[in-house]
């Protein structure tokens, strides 16, 4: 039996006749304890004096008796710091006895000839707040007792990119904007068509630009756009040509259907802020740790993260550059590029991003090649040049489920430049993909087929 004999702020002070007595610092509780199954006289004043007692229910459940005791209060255990809160089904929301769990694994790790550890981020209730600096040193204290290096999981939220929530609160500037369009079939000659541009679903959308077509080639058709009263396109009214015409009209939007609330990856100022609601704040409160117990942060698998796309038949993810419904990765940076790639005249070549067509597969090419390279400088590049300016290691892996490190969605489209920005660099395949002994072939698991 491990004891958990390192609290100042906690005992169980006596029990009897299927209840216990505790001390919580300087709070008296009385709680049922089934294990208790002597019957002691019960002699400590604290018993008739507890500060609150709580009483089983017949039919089940059952409430607090108090008399005086705080909403909530305060116990430390080591460095650590707890918000104890009485609950109605008897908790506190602490269980003291895993204190001898807490210092068993941090000394199993040790002990494993493990020598470098991962802090996982994301369940701490305070990240980047007063409770998470507190617990950091703590953990840093128990990793230099035991000669341990540590790593520090960089956001707040699963995927990396959340920016500790900041991005909710950013200017419509830095937030994650998208490339879409809509087709519109238009049987001609007609004179003062007009195709409606406001979506009443979307209240980010913008119109981009438009490209008329026949037979799959560019045709120049002149067009005029009526602003509502509020001075956003309202309309586009243009004259069809004879024959059938089809205007792809794009848009782009902060809308999407994964992780609205992320950094838009391809923009320099938008992967910032990650920068300045984690990065910076762990070298405000911790930098004198950098280089010596903090060897650097950790991302967990960043992408787009514009959708999660679905899987077909062949265990492979759809989101890949020509899809038809995809939102693409946009940013001014990117459309500059694609223009100097391009000229002036590529919008008629863009409605090719999303169809399959050899005779778009250039304009698919320089679009992948940009979008791709602006993830590399904007997001993996800026975090490792960070870290690395200031005496720690960028590291992380990206998502590899599908082929998605290849492709669009939750990916980031291009692997080697994905990670080319850090000091070590890994994929995520713990799950599923490998199985011992298969080598080739298809296999089905709880959430689809693998290749």
């Not at 509780?29 to 208790?36: K, T, Y």
């Not at 430390?76 to 210092?103: C, I, R, S």
């Not at 998605?404 to 430049?417: E, I, K, N, P, Q």
């Amino acid at each position: 039996m491990w004891i958990a004999d390192g609290w100042k702020d906690y005992e169980v002070i006596d029990c009897s006749g299927g209840e216990k007595l505790e001390r919580w610092d300087k709070q008296y509780l009385v709680r049922p304890d089934p294990q208790a199954i002597w019957e002691t006289p019960r002699r400590l004043p604290e018993w008739k004096r507890a500060n609150a007692r709580y009483l089983r229910s017949q039919t089940g459940g059952g409430h607090w008796e108090k008399k005086a005791l705080p909403e909530s209060w305060q116990v430390h255990y080591k460095d650590l710091t707890f918000q104890v809160k009485p609950m109605n089904f008897k908790h506190t929301g602490l269980f003291p006895e895993q204190a001898a769990n807490w210092d068993f694994m941090m000394e199993k790790i040790a002990g494993a000839d493990i020598h470098e550890v991962c802090l996982e981020s994301r369940p701490h209730p305070d990240f980047c707040g007063e409770g998470w600096w507190r617990d950091l040193r703590f953990v840093i204290d128990e990793c230099k007792q035991l000669g341990l290096k540590l790593w520090i999981l960089d956001d707040a939220h699963f995927p990396t990119g959340f920016a500790n929530g900041a991005v909710k609160e950013a200017v419509p500037e830095l937030r994650k904007i998208v490339l879409t369009h809509r087709t519109f079939d238009i049987v001609g000659s007609t004179s003062a068509a007009s195709i409606a541009l406001a979506n009443m679903l979307d209240k980010t959308e913008r119109f981009h630009g438009v490209t008329f077509m026949q037979d799959g080639s560019p045709v120049d058709v002149a067009y005029r756009v009526i602003d509502d009263a509020d001075g956003n396109p309202s309309r586009l009214v243009f004259d069809a040509p004879a024959g059938l015409t089809q205007a792809c009209v794009m848009f782009t939007s902060g809308k999407t259907s994964y992780n609205e609330d992320y950094i838009n990856m391809v923009d320099r100022a938008s992967v910032a802020q990650l920068i300045d609601a984690v990065y910076e704040p762990h070298f405000e409160h911790l930098g004198d740790e950098f280089g010596k117990t903090i060897l650097g942060f950790f991302s967990d698998e960043p992408g787009f993260a514009n959708e999660k796309g679905t899987t077909g038949p062949d265990g492979i993810s759809d989101t890949l550059i020509g899809k038809a419904t995809a939102p693409l990765p946009w940013s001014a940076e990117l459309e500059r590029r694609l223009r100097a790639a391009l000229g002036e005249r590529y919008l008629a070549e863009l409605p090719h991003l999303w169809d399959r067509e050899p005779a778009g597969a250039h304009v698919r090419h320089v679009y992948m090649d940009i979008a791709s390279t602006l993830y590399k400088e904007c997001f993996c590049d800026q975090l490792g040049d960070w870290c690395r300016a200031r005496g720690v290691q960028y590291i992380g892996h990206v998502i590899e489920d599908k082929d998605c490190h290849a492709r669009l969605g939750v990916g980031a489209g291009h692997y080697f430049r994905a990670v080319g920005g850090q000091d070590m660099a890994g994929v995520d395949i713990v799950i599923n993909q490998l199985v011992p002994g298969m080598d080739r072939g298809l296999h089905s698991y709880g959430r689809g087929v693998w290749d």
